[in-house]
């Protein structure tokens, strides 16, 4: 009964928000941030509609709209159309780690001793901190540059670029973060660096592409059932959630009975189903359709959520540091987008503006 009252009260929100959003778009900003706002608003930290245990008890909405969105952002890396800007895509995903992830794990280091979990900790204890920092500000957000994208109808060689970056710099954040999670734990412990936990990374990555391909083969047959495109989108978002479902049983069953967690990323699964659907799938146009079409009731809900989950009390104690960070990482970002572009033969014009589109 708790459930259903959070969830019949957020839904209000939702539709709240939706009202918030063509309010604004006068102003030029993007719908999200209006959603983001009333999040913010409705959230534990202003007029508390939607209170911290309601935003722990609509966790499930998080994941079927992160299952969707992982299944758009897999089906938006069309091959064909991208197989021009393969080399853009490879040079600025390239120039965007690199730089993002030495700046801020450096700026990190630095700061630490302005930081109170931090403050005490020995050099290497910090290093590990700040090295695992880095390897979090190197993510971009799918969700953020697929909504914007939708809004303005954006296509072209700039959006293809910009969104397969962003869409591949999420499968590489998650390789980046488990290899630097090894390196960490032998900062903090004191032991020699494991390549078991590499070795397990790998195959967890194997593991997760092959899901990938069996959760293609169930879109496959949604996408075959002669039955209203209402109940094939419901049955697709159903599909995204079980992913999360799937994952969370398998490390909480390995973490039972196993020497270590296996650990599945639910959204690499959906991008690689989302993928094959897009590319391997004589039902791309439909697919597409489908995620189309739900996609504006997915944001509102996904970033109004976002917007109330916001740590505001973590926020007001720590903004001189977030600021700090902000800006390293934008100029990481500037200058790592630049350099990509630069050694990719791209045109100065793109090169000048293209940093813009990995800033959430």
């Known amino acids: 009964m708790e459930l259903l009252i959070f969830t019949s009260g957020f839904i209000l929100i939702a539709l709240a928000s939706k009202q918030v959003g063509a309010g604004l778009r006068k102003t030029g900003l993007p719908l999200i941030s209006a959603f983001l706002l009333t999040g913010i608003i409705a959230g534990p ?54 730089c993002t992830f030495t700046l801020t794990a450096v700026t990190f280091y630095l700061i630490s001793a302005h930081l109170p979990f931090m403050a005490a900790m020995p050099p290497a204890a910090r290093a590990a901190a700040a090295i695992l920092a880095g390897a979090i500000l190197v993510a971009r957000s799918p969700s953020s540059a697929i909504a914007m994208v939708n809004e303005l109808r954006a296509k072209g060689p700039f959006t293809q670029t910009a969104l397969g970056v ?33 070795l397990l990374l790998i195959f967890e990555l194997g593991v997760s592409l092959l899901l990938g391909i069996a959760v293609s083969r169930l879109l496959l047959g949604i996408m075959h059932l002669r039955v209203r495109p209402m109940l094939k989108t419901i049955l ?18 390995t973490h039972d009975h196993f020497f270590a967690d ?60 977030a600021v700090v960070l902000f800006l390293a990482r934008i100029t990481a970002v500037f200058i790592g987008s630049s350099a990509g572009g ?12 293209g940093w813009m589109a990995y800033i959430t």
């Open 45 to 98: 930290y202003a007029l508390n509609m939607i209170s911290k245990p309601a935003v722990e008890a609509l966790g499930f909405v998080d994941e079927i709209a992160l299952g969707f969105i992982a299944f758009a952002a897999g089906a938006e890396l069309y091959f064909k159309e991208l197989k021009s800007r393969l080399q853009s895509i490879a040079w600025i995903t390239a120039g965007l780690v690199a």
């Open 166 to 198: 962003t869409v591949i710099m999420d499968v590489v954040v998650i390789m980046l973060f488990a290899a630097n999670s090894a390196v960490a734990d032998a900062l903090l412990t004191g032991l020699n660096f494991n390549i078991g936990f590499i």
């Open 236 to 253: 697709i978002l159903l599909s995204g959630y079980l992913v999360f479902i799937l994952s969370a049983g398998i490390r909480q069953y």
């Open 262 to 321: 296996i650990l599945l990323e639910p959204l690499l699964i959906c991008m690689v189903a989302g993928f094959i659907m897009s590319n391997r799938s004589r039902f791309r146009n439909e697919f597409l359709k489908i995620l189309h079409d739900v996609g504006p009731a997915v944001y509102i809900t996904f970033f109004t959520l976002t917007g109330a989950s916001l740590a505001l009390d973590v926020l007001a104690a720590t903004w001189p540091v």
């Open 342 to 353: 630069i050694l990719a033969g791209n045109p100065a014009k793109a090169n000048a503006v």
